[in-house]
């Protein structure tokens, strides 16, 4: 049965192509949408590109049956139209007190319903609280997920721990080349290029990672960057992703206080001779899609709450070296020379992204079309770095399965040029990570 999909603002302004996901059913904008939409059409940002980019689509599809039954898709059974506000049903204002954007489209979803079929009309919403508002007024809901992770309790971790590894292959790892076939390890495992490896046998182990381009598992050892030493197996891996000239684009997941930003930044600075510059940036998460320009003050103050963590960060490695050092002092001297740029992900907009090492943090609170504008634009020579916690999301319309790192991770894992490692052991205090556990 062919159905009706009534889109809300959200939908679009997370995803511009989304009326091309609906296959050969029919889509209603509500003309409050296109109001909306009004709205975001200037600024930097994704979401602005986003409005923008769907109003030139829509424009394009425009004729007189637009507004009387609905245009065609080229190459489909479907149809798209655009439905005018409508008066206000009984039903509605019984039960909404305020009518705000948010009512009247719903007022039109409602109406359509009554007309076609409660059973046909699905309302397409990214915003939890206005499909609740939807049901409860019998209306058919839906959330918009066309990129997203299905099972994340399986979501790949990038690691691996192999048992009973005889002991001349431990003989081989710890001499040069440092490396060993996998067919030696005894058993038949599959790996993913870049995977890490834990390989035991009694009281022995190694680190590794699994080289794809060789075929071998080839030894890995704790490395010092800045002053910065890995405390546990997981940082090590991560560590040795970021700082491998081989590997193009890492992501480490995992929670607060797991030292995820204080690596990629002191590898960063290990590797900064390689690269023109260092960009670390992570995404502003505004209230109600308002831009920053609501906070008050200058650009500087409303922006310092949102990167205050990653010049924090800085400050942990300047303060691994007494204040004479040289080398902590290079820290505030490449900031000063903007050989270190920190800025919110939408400043990076127009930047040239060649031979630049970039550390995007808390990317879960991107969209998947968020990353992959931001990997698509890396030139020549650039490293990116992901971090973040895919289950410590800020932002409104983005959950454990939809945002931007988990859907790197599930895509990218076994391409050659990607590594990922989970950090699963909080290592900023014995206070953080008991709270961690038992709150």
Not at 63 to 78: C, I, Q, R, T, W
Not at 365 to 387: D, Q, S, W, Y
């Amino acid at each position: 049965m062919k159905k009706i999909f009534i889109l809300d603002t959200n939908v679009i302004l997370h995803d511009s192509g989304c009326i091309h996901q609906f296959k050969d059913n029919d889509i209603y904008i509500p003309i409050t949408v296109i109001e909306e939409l009004d709205k975001f059409k200037k600024g930097n940002n994704v979401i602005n590109a986003n409005a923008r980019d769907f109003l030139r689509t829509l424009d394009a599809l425009s004729s007189d049956k637009m507004l009387n039954g609905g245009v065609p898709f080229p190459n489909g059974e479907g149809s798209i139209a655009i439905r005018l506000d409508t008066a206000l049903d009984p039903i509605i204002k019984e039960n909404f007190n305020d009518i705000t954007p948010d009512i009247r489209i719903l007022n039109i979803a409602y109406s359509i319903a009554k007309k076609k079929d409660f059973n046909k009309v699905i309302f397409v919403t990214k915003d939890v609280n206005l499909r609740l508002k939807a049901r409860s007024i019998g209306l058919k809901t839906e959330n918009y997920n066309s990129q997203f992770v299905e099972n994340i309790s399986d979501m790949y971790t990038g690691l691996k721990v192999v048992e009973n590894i005889a002991s001349d292959v431990f003989d081989d790892l710890y001499q040069k080349p440092y490396e060993a076939p996998t067919n030696r390890l005894g058993q038949d495992l599959e790996f993913y290029s870049n995977e890490n490896v834990i390989l035991k046998n009694g009281s022995k182990s190694a680190l590794a990672f699994f080289d794809g381009n060789t075929q071998t598992v080839k030894l890995i050892q704790p490395r010092i960057c800045y002053g910065i030493k890995p405390r546990n197996s997981e940082q090590t891996f991560a560590l040795n992703a970021m700082l491998n000239p081989d590997i193009s684009l890492v992501t480490v997941s995992g929670k607060a206080g797991t030292g995820k930003t204080l690596l990629a930044l002191a590898a960063a600075l290990a590797k900064k001779q390689f690269y023109r510059q260092i960009f670390i940036a992570r995404p502003v998460v505004p209230l109600s899609n308002k831009d920053l320009g609501f906070l008050p003050g200058d650009v500087a103050s409303k922006l310092d709450p949102y990167m205050q963590p990653l010049y924090d960060n800085l400050s942990v490695i300047q303060n691994h070296f007494n204040e004479h050092n040289s080398t902590g002092k290079k820290i505030k001297e490449l900031i000063e020379e903007e050989k270190i740029v920190i800025t919110p992900i939408s400043y990076i907009r127009g930047r040239s992204i060649v031979r630049v090492f970039f550390i995007v943090d808390e990317a879960q609170n991107l969209t998947p079309h968020e990353v992959k504008t931001i990997i698509t634009r890396a030139g020549e020579g650039t490293k990116i770095i992901f971090t973040g916690d895919i289950f410590q999301i800020d932002h409104p319309y983005l959950d454990s399965q939809t945002n931007g790192l988990a859907y790197i991770i599930e895509k990218m894992k076994g391409q050659k040029l990607y590594a990922h490692i989970n950090l699963e052991k909080g290592e900023r205090s014995e206070l953080a990570e008991l709270a961690s556990k038992i709150l």
